[in-house]
């Protein structure tokens, strides 16, 4: 299970304020403890970036690949940011994301054919809902594979994140229970090996400061790589989260067991 | 989930004196901190007990129902030891338990239909081997099954126990991770909700004192409840597995999730 870092998020502070001075420095040192923390990827959370939105794409991008050779993860909604972030890639690079939403598919699919990069898909539904059941789920999962399909982009390019809810919602328990069989079934759904993804600090978007917070988050982040969860966005900064991620890479991959404390 | 304590072993030197002094005061206190601590069974381990296996499985049981009114769970391979402690059980009892060897299925099976119980399977050969893949636990669960039903025994009585081996052994990883997938296809093998339990302790038989033994344990539990694990025999006093049991079980029952800490 690879770690994609979210720590990068325009909506920190310090992000806007290096982004508004073009302060390179102080993205390159928050990537810098990403990788030292034992992230495989470093997402690019940048929003919509409005104004001179190709610009300041490039800025991010420039500065996180000064600092490391990980794969960047290009995080907007935004198609001409992304299509900025990709042109000036050199790490690999990752589009987050489409979905089916007419404009989405028109603006941001063909990207990942262009630019030959691997794009995640959202299971929401065309209008952008999050779909209630698993099944919803998996018709959409099918849908967005026949899209990638139709645009001629290689179905290894996709990496589905079936979107995860936060646990407070009403039928939030019910419906991230569900997402483990979602991520356990779109293999055999969809024929191949499709990769997946969920972004972790959703499952506890409107908590309070809780002491069960970790506990909550590990041991779901355990039963999501139990169903084959192939990488997941997270704040690379819990180290708690991080050593249950290196314990469960270790009980998943193949190979010897050992209890030795490995580095 | 139900947490079944394993505290109660005649292998601890603290044990062994009780019983060779008739001193059920250890028991009884160790049997409450056992409840305090959150157990819903406690599972009475006696080994053979040899010579006067019936009064010593008497004294065992007595002690144990002057504390507490949980259910115990009779953990005994002495057949004549298992029917002194059915004989006196007022709590619930279930009996661990039985496997495909002929003489416990002669000898120790009959028991839970004549006393009314739920019994535990092992999902081991005739020759009381652990099997080696998914595919023959199955087989041999549904074997198991056919002797529940031969034996004229009720099948909601049988909980089967599929064999978690140390994570250390040649194959443990793969067998263990193949463990989930036994849990999880059971019902359908078998046709019915058929109820599961493990001991948890193997998985790290031969550890070490480890910094990462409560982080394996923790990830590897919460995957084996998101398989659908009904039960687990564990240290009860542990606490950070007794805190991740807790947080599993919010995760998973029905119901509006809070990140309230309850009590």
Request: hydrophobic letters at 45%; a negative charge.
């Amino acid at each position: 299970m690879l770690l994609i870092a979210d720590n990068l998020q325009i909506t920190k502070e310090s992000v806007q304020k290096a982004l508004a001075q073009r302060d390179a420095k102080t993205i390159r040192n928050l990537v810098g403890r990403c990788e030292e923390s034992g992230a495989d990827a470093i997402d690019i959370n940048t929003g919509p970036l409005g104004k001179n939105a190709e610009d300041k794409m490039k800025f991010f991008v420039d500065a996180v690949q000064e600092v490391t050779e990980l794969p960047i993860v290009i995080d907007t909604a935004n198609p001409v940011a992304i299509e900025a972030g990709l042109k000036c890639a050199k790490n690999r690079a990752i589009i987050n994301g489409f979905s089916l939403e007419p404009k989405k598919i028109e603006k941001i699919l063909p990207l990942a054919k262009t630019f030959d990069t691997d794009i995640m898909g959202y299971l929401l539904t065309k209008e952008g809902q999050v779909p209630k059941t698993a099944t919803q789920r998996l018709t959409i999962a099918s849908e967005i594979h026949s899209k990638i399909i139709e645009e001629d982009i290689s179905e290894e390019r996709l990496i589905i994140d079936p979107v995860l809810v936060p646990l407070i919602w009403d039928d939030g328990k019910n419906q991230d229970f569900e997402l483990l069989g979602v991520i356990r079934l779109l293999p055999d759904v969809l024929g191949f090996e499709v990769k997946t993804v969920v972004g972790l600090s959703n499952l506890s978007a409107g908590a309070p400061a809780s002491l069960k917070k970790n506990i909550i988050e590990n041991s779901y982040l355990s039963m999501l790589a139990a169903s084959g969860l192939s990488m997941v966005l997270l704040n690379i900064f819990n180290t708690e989260t991080v050593k249950t991620a290196k314990a469960i890479e270790e009980l998943l991959n193949p190979g010897i067991f050992s209890w030795e404390v490995s580095q």
